[in-house]
């Protein structure tokens, strides 16, 4: 009898972990911009306003999981069209700095700088890992090539898969 009930109680389990939602990443196209974004669930229309330096931004976001899974798109036109990745980092950090002022950042692990996309060569990244006043956990990864800057944010006040995370924050893509 108790190898009956300890059978139930391991299928009970296994049942009840694989109800759990799985995300299905897809591939998502950032509006008209020719980027695309991998989303655990469809992020909608992304959402057009124009920076402080009238700059055309998207902005979109989806919850899955109790996690938040965010982008910010700037199309950057031809302003840094002729920079090289050095400047392209320091664009990528006072932007990031700038952001952390907006979403009230109260501690930050630092920048970890020279990340690639095997997709675009060109691109340079940034990582680094925050949190709010609200106690958020954010992991975040910038891109940035010639002509796109894009922010990614998993943010939650519980831990997040990390392939989830990795798979969003890698899964951004340039125009070919």
């Known amino acids: 009898m108790n190898k009956f009930l300890l059978t139930l109680l391991l299928i009970g389990t296994v049942v009840v972990s694989m109800a759990q939602d799985v995300p299905r990443f897809a591939k998502y196209p950032v509006s008209t911009s020719g980027c695309y974004a991998y989303f ?3 992020p909608g229309s992304f959402e057009l ?8 931004m998207y902005i979109g976001e989806v ?3 109790g996690a938040f899974y965010s982008m910010i798109l700037v199309d950057l036109g031809n302003a840094f069209a002729e920079s090289g990745k050095e400047e392209l980092d320091g664009l990528l950090t006072q932007y990031l700095d700038y952001l ?3 979403l009230n950042i109260t501690g930050a692990a630092g920048y970890g700088m020279g990340h690639t996309l095997e997709s675009n ?3 340079t990244g940034v990582i680094d890992f925050w949190e709010d006043a609200e106690l958020y956990q954010y992991d975040v990864k910038a891109w940035a090539d010639n002509h796109f800057l894009a922010v ?4 939650s006040l519980e831990e997040v898969n990390y392939n989830y995370k990795s798979m969003f924050l890698n899964g951004f893509r340039f125009p070919e």
């Open 49 to 56: 306003q124009k920076s402080e330096d009238s700059l055309n």
């Open 63 to 65: 919850n899955f999981g």
């Open 152 to 155: 990614l944010m998993v943010y």
């Open 121 to 123: 060569p060109n691109a």
């Open 100 to 102: 952390q002022t907006q």
């Open 40 to 42: 655990p669930a469809d």
